[in-house]
């Protein structure tokens, strides 16, 4: 059974910087295309990133594209999401999701894609 396990929320200022990390258990992660995901109290959640298997297809919400990037090096089973210029409409709970079958980039930042799930990072922005 796959464990994702985030880090690297945390507390930060309006247009500050925060990167957070996606370890795997697994003893391979290129097998799985992975999603980033936020929630924020009394919301649903919703997909802000994601990265193919081989890290050479990503995709963005509009709402985080130009401020977000996520990578991946498969030699560690880590996956990144680097958070920049954060505003306080960020802040949320944010999760690491994994699956081998990820149909296609259009729906890669749909929840119902992915299977494993991490238990989340807190991501505050306030000053």
């Known amino acids: 059974q796959l464990q994702l396990v985030e880090s690297g929320g945390g507390l930060v200022q309006p247009g500050g910087s925060l990167r957070l990390s996606c370890a795997a258990s697994?003893?391979?992660?290129?097998?799985?295309?992975i999603g980033w995901f936020r929630q924020a109290p009394g919301k649903g959640r919703e997909g802000v990133a994601c990265?193919?298997?081989?890290?050479?297809?990503?995709g963005y919400a509009d709402s985080v594209r130009g401020r977000f990037t996520t990578s991946r090096d498969n030699a560690k089973k880590e996956v990144y999401l680097d958070m920049s210029s954060l505003k306080p409409e960020d802040t949320a709970v944010y999760y690491c999701?994994?699956?081998?079958?990820?149909?296609?980039?259009?729906?890669?930042?749909?929840?119902?894609?992915?299977?494993?799930w991490g238990q989340g990072t807190q991501v505050t922005v306030s000053s």
């Open positions: 999701a994994a699956d081998p079958v990820v149909r296609s980039s259009s729906v890669c930042l749909d929840k119902d894609e992915y299977y494993h």
């Open positions: 697994s003893f391979t992660l290129d097998y799985y295309d």
């Open positions: 990265i193919s298997k081989s890290g050479d297809t990503t």
